[in-house]
Structure formats: structure tokens, C-alpha cells
């Protein structure tokens, strides 16, 4: 069964502490893996698409990365406005239908 | 802004009312979805149309009915809901339906049965 889990369920960091976010997937046939950040009561805002394994792909703080069974978003000196709930999700089969992990919420403490 | 636009932000409505929510896209897409985001739970995907047809259900219940005119636009039309229907509805857009494109989301219509 296609799954998509992200560990852990929140983080909390000061400012400028350095962590990593967890991704695990199982799917058959990665077509794509999409990072996501979700402000509370709002969309999520795209942030990352990564389709190969090695691939890596950076915005600011952010830096995604991708594996066979899983995808890491490290957060580099983190600052308050970086809390939010970050989401992965991949895409099942060719139906456009994104499988979503449960998210991480994360907080930076000034 | 997304290029993604949902109205109502809010909705608040009785159980017998009838109401509908609108989104709109500006991006030159062809696909548009409906997501259902419920507290404590992962985005669950309702409606999948591509060049306005409809090509995924995802077993939504039928007091949810979808209609897309065209490919710029979607509705979800509400009718006799119940209070666990109370969530975050979120439209997206795609360039394409085939899952290999990122989706961007509109800010979502937060939705409250009574």
C-alpha cells in the first residue's frame, strides 16, 4: 500500500539550532516528491518538487533531499519565522492523487 | 498569493442549508482538485478534474457534489451536511493530472456545520 510517513510529529528549535526533517515513502514507481509548508489556518505553499534519487534541491534555509525510501528537509539556523507545519506528499500511480504525510510542526524559539 | 483564489474564507452553516464554494485559478493550469483537511489527520484528495472533466472520486460521500465549467474554475456544492464535515476545504491546480507536477493551493475555506 502506497504510504507516506513523516517523522518527527513536531520540533521545536531555538533560533539558529540546525536539524533535519524526516520523509519515508512507499510507493511503486516515484514519480515525484513534493515538499510543502502550511501556515496555520492557510494553503500549503509549494516549496520543493524532487524526482531522483540524489537529488537535492535548496531555498533559503532550506535544503530537501532525496533517497530511494526517503527524503530529508534540513533546516539550517533556523529563525521564528520558520515555524510552521512542513508536509511531504507523493503522487500515487499517474492519478494526480497526492498522498500526503501527517506533517512535522515545527516551532523556533527566538 | 498562489494564483490560487477560494471564496468564502469561512462558512458557517446549519445542516439543512444548501451553500457552495468557489475557487479559481490564474495559472494556466488544466487540472484543479478538492482537499479535505480535518484536524489531527493528513490532506485527504476528494475530486480530481482535467481539462474540466472528472477523473478521480474519491469515494466522497454525495452530499458533496463538484462542478468545474471550465478549466479555470471549480465549486463544491454542499448540501445536508453533517457536523464531521466541519474541516479546511482546499482547492489546488496542476499543470496536469498526471501526479509528476507540483499542485499550489489556494488559502482554503474554512467550513463549520452546525
Known amino acids: 500500500e502506497d504510504q507516506v510517513t513523516q517523522s518527527p510529529e513536531a520540533l521545536r528549535l531555538q533560533e539558529g539550532e540546525s536539524s533535519s526533517l524526516n520523509c519515508s515513502y512507499t510507493v511503486s514507481g516515484l514519480r515525484g516528491l513534493f515538499w510543502y509548508r502550511q501556515d496555520p489556518g492557510k494553503g500549503p505553499e509549494f516549496l520543493f518538487t524532487l524526482y531522483s534519487a540524489g537529488e537535492e534541491k535548496e531555498k533559503e534555509r532550506l535544503k530537501a533531499t532525496l533517497t530511494k525510501k526517503e527524503s530529508f528537509l534540513h533546516i539550517t539556523a533556523p529563525k521564528p519565522e520558520d515555524s510552521a507545519t512542513y508536509l511531504c506528499?507523493?503522487?500515487?500511480?499517474?492519478?494526480?492523487?497526492?498522498?500526503f504525510g501527517q506533517g512535522t510542526t515545527l516551532q523556533v524559539k527566538p | 498569493e498562489t494564483g490560487v483564489t477560494q471564496t468564502p474564507r469561512h462558512l458557517v452553516m446549519g445542516m439543512t442549508n444548501k451553500k457552495s464554494l468557489k475557487c479559481e485559478q490564474h495559472l494556466g493550469h488544466n487540472a484543479m482538485y478538492w482537499y479535505k483537511q480535518s484536524a489531527k489527520k493528513p490532506l485527504e484528495l476528494m475530486f480530481v478534474y482535467n481539462f474540466k472533466e472528472q477523473t478521480e472520486n474519491n469515494s466522497v460521500p454525495s452530499r458533496f457534489s463538484p462542478e468545474c465549467p471550465n478549466s479555470s474554475h471549480l465549486f463544491l456544492h454542499l448540501h445536508t451536511l453533517q457536523p464531521e464535515d466541519s474541516a479546511l476545504y482546499l482547492c489546488?491546480?496542476?499543470?496536469?493530472?498526471?501526479?509528476?507536477?507540483?499542485?499550489?493551493f489556494g488559502q482554503g475555506t474554512r467550513l463549520t456545520v452546525v
Open positions: 489546488a491546480s496542476s499543470l496536469g493530472s498526471g501526479g509528476n507536477t507540483e499542485a499550489f
Open positions: 506528499a507523493v503522487p500515487r500511480g499517474n492519478t494526480g492523487k497526492l498522498i
